[in-house]
């Protein structure tokens, strides 16, 4: 006994969801975009890592450096406001990257041997699973 059916609107449906798939810097551009903008959050106000780990306070004399100029109110990794306005997004065919064209950011981001690394860039779990729900949002509306 055989089947038989009209299969069009399986194959226009699969037609839509690789098309998606061949082009995803949009949806790419956007899941970079929102980590961009986790990370400026967490300089201006939340002074946490992506995992929610609170960053490590100012050693001594940074924080007397900072009072003394008058911007201590402004936390951890604001001083001037350069890091702030430094986020970039980078999509590539199959990935994207948030990144920051400030010298210093790698210092800050991975620590030294006399700086704690304060992490402002990357995923984290919650981020992982915002970006795994905006993608298969984007491809969803494919289908």
Same mark, same amino acid.
């Given at each position: 006994?055989?089947f +038989?059916?009209?299969?069009?609107?399986?194959?226009? %449906?699969?037609?839509?969801?690789?098309?998606?798939?061949?082009? !995803?810097? !949009? /949806?790419l551009? @956007?899941?970079?975009?929102?980590?961009?903008?986790?990370?400026?959050?967490? /300089?201006? #106000?939340g002074?946490?890592?992506?995992?929610?780990?609170?960053?490590?306070?100012?050693?001594?004399?940074? #924080?007397? #450096?900072? =009072?003394?100029? $008058?911007?201590?109110? =402004?936390?951890?990794?604001?001083?001037?406001?350069?890091?702030l306005?430094s986020? &970039?997004?980078?999509? $590539?065919?199959?990935?994207?990257? /948030?990144? +920051?064209?400030?010298?210093? $950011?790698?210092? @800050? =981001?991975d620590?030294?041997? &006399? %700086?704690?690394?304060r &992490?402002? @860039?990357?995923?984290?779990?919650?981020?992982?699973?915002?970006?795994?729900?905006? %993608? /298969?949002?984007?491809? =969803?509306? $494919?289908?």
């Amino acid at each position: 006994m055989g089947f +038989t059916g009209n299969f069009q609107q399986a194959k226009a %449906m699969l037609a839509l969801l690789r098309a998606r798939l061949a082009y !995803p810097q !949009p /949806i790419l551009n @956007l899941i970079g975009q929102a980590a961009a903008r986790r990370a400026e959050f967490e /300089i201006r #106000s939340g002074k946490h890592d992506p995992d929610g780990v609170a960053w490590a306070p100012w050693a001594d004399g940074t #924080s007397r #450096s900072r =009072q003394k100029k $008058g911007n201590a109110e =402004q936390g951890l990794l604001w001083d001037t406001g350069t890091l702030l306005g430094s986020m &970039r997004v980078q999509v $590539g065919a199959t990935d994207v990257l /948030i990144g +920051t064209e400030v010298e210093y $950011g790698h210092w @800050l =981001q991975d620590g030294t041997q &006399r %700086m704690p690394a304060r &992490r402002f @860039l990357g995923w984290g779990a919650e981020g992982e699973k915002e970006a795994e729900k905006a %993608m /298969i949002d984007y491809l =969803q509306a $494919g289908l």
